[in-house]
Each structure stands twice: as structure tokens, then as C-alpha cells.
């Protein structure tokens, strides 16, 4: 297990799920900077993405035609997104898993880069949940520039297609890094709903 990984996906989880806490019965159909998804969307997106690469450290597969993305409305956004967490982190404990290689639609991937990937995941909609209820989301210091990271070396032209990353756009001079990372992903850091 890579632990320094770990520790910050669930760091950065603590503040998502803080976000997805401030939700309330009239805000999930709220627009966010996620092309085309509301609030709503996003968490249920979220949740499902979690879920996901839990059963691939399981054994199982993740399949793009299967709709991954759950029905939130029985319960609270922030108790399923935590779950999930819960379970992603407890399917890559056992020994191996996480330096394990498992079969992806997009090809062979690390159980450290799956972690990776929803590190980015947590974070990017973490900020789309929040600016969608016009407010932003206080990620320890570390967090996003280890996901801005992880995104530089994960992304580039061939992910940047509708439903996965927009064509980056420019940030402020002197941007954060949480403004740096949605700015590459395709988001504009000023965004407001």
C-alpha cells in the first residue's frame, strides 16, 4: 500500500464529503463547471467512479456501457460518497493490490495510478460540487498539487474528448494549484453559477 497516496485521497475525501454535507434537498439540480451536470450528476458520477475501481481491485471489471453512475436520491450524497471511499480504500489494502496491474477499457493500469486517477477524480468534482453551491472547497495544501500532478501525467489529447477532459484553458497569472489543475482539465477557474 502506498500510504502517502492513500493519505491524501482520503484527505482530499474528508473535504469533498464536507461539500457534498451542504447539500441540500433543492440544490442538486444547481448547474456546475462540469459541462452539462448538475450537482446532482457530479456526486452520483463521483460515487459511481469510486465504486467502480472497487470492484476492479475485487477482481471484477469496469465496463464503459454499464451506467456506473448511481441514483443518490434515497440517500445522503455524503454518506454514499464516503462509503465509497471507504470501500475503495479498504479493496486496495490487501498486500499487492495496489502495485497489482488490472485491465481497463483504456488498457493496462497500476492499482497506484486507479488511486491516482480518484485523486483527481475528488478533487476536480469536489470543486465542481462546491462552485456549484457557490462556495469553495478548503483542500489541505499538498492535495492539489499532488493531483495537479498525477493530471499532468496522466492527461493528454487522446482523454480530452466529450464525457472525459475538456481542452485546457488558461489560468490567472499567479493561480493556485486548485485553479492550475481545473484549468487544465478543462474548467474555467473563475466559474460561478
Known sequence: MQPDLVDLLTRAARTTEAVLAGLGPADGDRPTPCPEMTVAQVAAHLVGGLRGFTVVAEGGELRFEADLDPDLG???????????????????????????????????????????????????????????????????????????????????????????????????TGAAPLQELVAFLGRDPAWTP
Do not use: C, K
Request: no cysteine; net charge negative; proline share 9%.
Open 74 to 172: 434515497a440517500e445522503p450524497a455524503a454518506s454514499a460518497f464516503a462509503a465509497a471511499v471507504a470501500g475503495l480504500v479498504a479493496a486496495f489494502t490487501p498486500a499487492g493490490r495496489v502495485d497489482a496491474t488490472y485491465a481497463m477499457p483504456w488498457g493496462p493500469t497500476t492499482g497506484a495510478q486507479l488511486l491516482g486517477f480518484e485523486l483527481i477524480e475528488v478533487v476536480v468534482h469536489g470543486w465542481d460540487i462546491a462552485r456549484g453551491l457557490g462556495v469553495d472547497p478548503a483542500f489541505d495544501d499538498d492535495v492539489a498539487p499532488a493531483a495537479l500532478f498525477g493530471a499532468r501525467m496522466w492527461v493528454d489529447d487522446s482523454v480530452r474528448v466529450p464525457g472525459m477532459f475538456g481542452p485546457e484553458v488558461a489560468a490567472p
